[in-house]
């Protein structure tokens, strides 16, 4: 059964922290993994990634797959409150769709 | 920047009625999704579909669901007969091509009484 595991479940930083999210996965047929962030509503698309060992960057956030060892990292320096949302971490199978883990609710305290 | 449009935002309805739950994707998006998230849970994949059919569903997907893309620009879910279980968030997601980031719309939240 595929199976995507995000780790820690909840996180509570202070604004200028850097947090390390986790995310392990054990699927069939992976064809990439992908990172979103979710606050209210419709989650919104962070990085994709299908190869090891390429940090994908945007501004604050990085992101790197290991796909030897099946695990994925996202990266938040400098946090700041705007920051705080759920992290949303999918695996894209080659059935053509996205399998989720249960996510990390990351709170930033000014 | 192009939205996957979902309509509409909240839908309250009574178990055993239809619900059908519009979205129009992103307009030179090839591929669409039906995911749920059913509140404090993970979000589920429900169907996928390509070139007017159905290419991938998941087990939720039962007959009770259907979907249809009944002209160029929306992209239906229908619940025939709704069930208390069935209340969640659904969202509806769409790609340009495969190995390409989906864009989400913002939900349609499903409350059945």
């Known amino acids: 059964e595929d199976k995507v595991v995000q780790s820690p479940l909840s996180l509570v930083v202070h604004e200028g922290d850097t947090v390390t999210l986790n995310c392990s996965y054990e699927?069939?047929?992976?064809?990439?993994l992908l990172w979103y962030k979710q606050e209210k509503k419709a989650p919104t698309f962070l990085f994709m990634l299908?190869?090891?060992?390429i940090e994908k960057k945007s501004g604050r956030l990085s992101s790197i797959l290991d796909k030897k060892e099946l695990f994925s990292i996202l990266n938040i320096t400098a946090t700041q409150t705007g920051d705080s949302a759920v992290y949303l971490c999918?695996?894209?199978?080659?059935?053509?769709?996205?399998?989720f883990g249960t996510g990390t609710r990351l709170t930033v305290i000014p | 920047e192009p939205e996957v449009t979902q309509t509409p935002s909240h839908q309250v309805t009574q178990m055993g009625q239809e619900v059908i739950l519009r979205c129009v994707p992103i307009s030179n998006h090839l591929y669409f999704y039906w995911y749920r998230q059913i509140l404090g849970q993970k979000v589920e994949f429900l169907v996928s579909?390509?070139?007017?059919?159905?290419?991938?569903k998941s087990e939720i997907f039962d007959d009770q669901f259907s979907v249809e893309r009944p002209d160029g620009s929306n992209f239906t879910l229908k619940i025939r007969s709704t069930k208390l279980e069935d209340s969640a968030m659904y969202f509806c997601?769409?790609?340009?091509?495969?190995?390409?980031?989906?864009?989400f719309g913002s939900g349609t939240r499903l409350t059945v009484v």
């Open positions: 699927v069939t047929n992976f064809r990439s």
């Open positions: 997601a769409s790609s340009p091509r495969r190995d390409y980031g989906y864009t």
């Open positions: 999918a695996v894209e199978t080659g059935a053509n769709n996205l399998f």
């Open positions: 299908t190869s090891s060992g």
């Open positions: 579909f390509y070139n007017n059919e159905i290419s991938e």
